[in-house]
């Protein structure tokens, strides 16, 4: 397709005009369970923007599972101690409210997928198999095979098109148009056509996932997972939470960069359903270390406490020669780990490694972030209209987010978004001239602008300065002078994003720097927000203060400033209900032992 012609400095820039009840941005899980929710509900003036093919977002990349508390096999599990374990695994900075919406909904949600088709992994009398997963006290963790999320995605988009819910492809939002009180739309651009578009929508929701590809080693696609959602909704007036929480995620491949063959698959997920279904961690010694650090619950304890404890493994020299450990479940029957992980196993035999018969190695990995947009207990932010959900938004997973629990948001806030955009539904929105013309129109010159700029620096290279500054500065282990010496290399890297050398709209180098613009924002932050906590919590380590510190069970917000920079402050944490607080005395916890 021919590309648009490029305009004149003074010529007005041309755009489309899409008009649309609600829109959805992002067709991963979250996005494609609104929708559907919207269109059981009668709501049918929706549209799902995906910026890939329809599909193909990074729900399917969630590999072990889904939690809910179904019983299958622990029938004294339940919703109250799901969230126990939830809030847990959180360090008590999650929100309760939304974490009891997410629980008190799964098990009718994971029953309605199956109702939907989704090809669980299955009991030998039929039900719904669970499998153990990380610091759980039940099997509540449902799956299929190890490509759970692949399944889910399928499930989903399968029944969004029996309901005929309009779907858009290839298609980046670059603003949202806004006022600061309320949304009216998006502004972005398509990606093969090259052509702006002004979406006018009465609703914007949120579903762009999170911010993990801001960091060097991580689990997700270059082009994807890079802040979008969050600096969307920062950009337009709603505030951020808990973005100093990252979770690294203990077993990321592991490989030798300088081997073509295995250089792109640094930092890939090696999926938790690996040690939930018995895998073992050594070290370069043929130490099995978890002992060391956690006896009762080995593998499976909390993703924090296993991510540092293989990054101390190494730091003390007992790693492997790339950098990690060993992860082995060569102990298991090669038909064994053929049926329950199927897609790992086929993906290290393509590289010539028998997971059967040999380890694998493993390091951490930036995996997910538990910060994002604040919402209420609807998934609506401070901007009247518009609502984050899935990883976008924050508030479910505090400090450190419990294995399963990512697909079960996505659905759960789903239900929860649609209902309340349902109930209030009423049209397409209409871009106010003065917004029209003070932001629509300059934004689209600057994106007209940024197209063929010929700057110094390429946009590919800009990015992996910023994600090497993430790493070295905001990783595992973090202290105050090397958090404020990230800073300044981020005004560093945010001097050479302001002179990249940019191709045409269609290019794959104008989608980077428009990612690069958004990751700024996610990454200062988590600089900022690190910087802010004074304590270790969770996925936040700080080896100057590397105590929980009661006086800190507090969330921090970031917002915009009026005249320019980012603002902190912090706000107290609620308590739990009373059900969830009485699972919580009751201590449950996961006897890893069960499982030898």
């Not at 060993?326 to 029957?333: C, E, G, N, P, V």
């Not at 209209?385 to 079960?408: C, D, Q």
């Not at 993430?470 to 945010?494: F, K, N």
Request: proline residues 4%; glycine residues 12%.
């Amino acid at each position: 397709m021919n590309e648009r012609r490029p305009t004149e400095p003074d010529e007005p820039v041309e755009y489309d005009r899409v008009d649309v009840s609600v829109l959805v941005v992002g067709a991963g899980a979250a996005g494609a369970r609104t929708a559907i929710e919207l269109a059981e509900r009668g709501i049918d003036d929706v549209l799902v923007l995906g910026k890939r093919g329809h599909g193909d977002a990074h729900t399917t990349w969630a590999r072990g599972g889904i939690n809910g508390a179904l019983g299958t096999h622990d029938p004294e599990d339940s919703p109250a101690i799901h969230a126990a374990d939830t809030l847990n695994e959180g360090h008590f900075v999650n929100d309760p409210a939304k974490v009891e919406t997410v629980t008190e909904q799964m098990p009718e949600r994971l029953r309605e997928l199956d109702e939907w088709g989704m090809e669980y992994s299955r009991t030998d009398e039929g039900e719904i198999d669970q499998r153990f997963f990380g610091a759980q006290s039940f099997r509540r963790t449902a799956f299929a095979g190890d490509h759970t999320g692949e399944s889910l995605l399928n499930t989903l988009v399968d029944r969004a098109q029996e309901l005929s819910v309009p779907y858009r492809e290839n298609v980046m939002i670059t603003k949202l148009v806004s006022d600061g009180d309320a949304v009216y739309g998006a502004v972005g651009f398509d990606m093969d056509a090259g052509e702006f578009v002004l979406f006018n929508a009465g609703t914007v929701v949120l579903a762009a996932g999170g911010h993990a590809a801001i960091y060097d080693r991580h689990t997700s696609r270059d082009d994807e997972n890079n802040g979008d959602g969050a600096a969307l909704a920062y950009d337009a007036g709603a505030s951020l939470m808990d973005m100093e929480f990252m979770q690294f995620h203990p077993t990321g491949m592991a490989v030798d960069e300088s081997d073509p063959e295995w250089e792109p698959w640094s930092g890939r997920l090696v999926t938790e359903a690996v040690r939930g279904e018995g895998g073992r961690l050594f070290n370069a010694d043929g130490e099995r270390f978890m002992e060391r650090y956690s006896p009762d619950q080995m593998e499976l304890d909390a993703r924090d406490v296993v991510a540092r404890a293989i990054a101390q493994e190494v730091a003390e020299g007992r790693g492997t020669e790339n950098g990690g450990v060993y992860l082995d479940i060569s102990h298991r029957d090669a038909d064994f780990i053929r049926e329950r992980l199927p897609r790992m196993y086929e993906r290290f035999q393509d590289l010539g490694v028998d997971m059967a018969e040999a380890p694998v190695e493993v390091a951490p990995t930036s995996h997910y972030g538990m910060g994002g947009v604040a919402v209420d207990d609807g998934g609506e932010t401070g901007v009247d209209g518009l609502f984050a959900i899935g990883e976008t938004m924050a508030g479910v997973h505090g400090a450190n987010r419990l294995g399963g629990n990512s697909l079960a948001e996505t659905v759960a806030y789903g239900v929860v978004a649609g209902e309340r955009i349902a109930d209030r539904a009423d049209g397409p929105g209409e871009v106010p001239e003065d917004l029209r013309e003070g932001l629509v129109e300059p934004h689209l010159s600057d994106l007209n602008t940024l197209a063929g700029h010929d700057g110094e620096h390429e946009a590919e290279a800009v990015l992996a300065d910023l994600r090497e500054v993430m790493w070295d500065h905001a990783g595992i282990l973090r202290d105050e002078p090397s958090l404020r010496e990230g800073l300044d290399h981020l005004e560093a890297v945010r001097g050479r994003a302001a002179d990249m050398r940019v191709g045409p709209v269609t290019s794959e180098s104008f989608e980077l720097a428009v990612d690069i613009g958004f990751s700024l924002v996610a990454a200062e932050a988590v600089l900022r927000g690190a910087l802010e906590r004074e304590e270790s919590r969770g996925a936040h380590y700080r080896t100057d203060y590397p105590d929980r510190d009661p006086d800190w069970r507090r969330n921090v917000y970031f917002d915009a400033a009026d005249v320019g920079g980012m603002t902190l402050r912090t706000e107290p944490v609620d308590e739990p209900s009373d059900a969830v607080q009485a699972a919580l005395d009751e201590g449950h916890e996961l006897d890893y032992h069960q499982l030898e």
